[in-house]
């Protein structure tokens, strides 16, 4: 699985991004994708997943509200909408994604073998 994120950009805070991802590969029942952060000095953390059969949705504190991660299974992209954003939600965006994701590990980074290059978000005050 190759994965390619993009529309990552600088934007004031209040303002919205939409990132995608982009996969290739195949896609099976388990299979899922998330995005991930990571900000500097910090570890990467769970922002939001989806389940591709379902399409049932998981959110960390940090997103629920104000981004929402949605796929296309037509064209094999994720992509998650962010609202209302604020200076701490700068940090590098990576999308991820596994064929054994279950609901308990669709926040867990360890749960994702498959990762993308990442893509800047920088929200100014």
């Known amino acids: 699985v190759q994965l390619q994120a993009s529309g990552g950009g600088l934007v004031q805070a209040g303002g919205s991004l939409r990132l995608s991802c982009a996969a290739s590969?195949?896609?099976?029942?388990?299979?899922?994708m998330a995005w991930f952060r990571q900000a500097p000095g910090k570890e990467r953390e769970f922002v939001a997943a989806i389940k591709w059969n379902g399409g049932s949705t998981s959110y960390s504190d940090i997103a629920k509200g104000r981004f929402t991660i949605a796929r296309d299974k037509a064209k094999k992209t994720v992509s998650l909408q962010m609202n209302s954003l604020k200076p701490e939600d700068t940090a590098v965006y990576y999308c991820?994604?596994?064929?054994?994701?279950?609901?308990?590990?669709?926040?867990?980074?360890?749960?994702?073998?498959?990762w993308g290059q990442g893509t800047q978000v920088t929200v100014s005050s």
């Open positions: 590969g195949p896609t099976y029942s388990s299979y899922a």
């Open positions: 991820a994604a596994d064929y054994s994701i279950i609901t308990s590990t669709m926040g867990s980074r360890s749960a994702y073998a498959y």
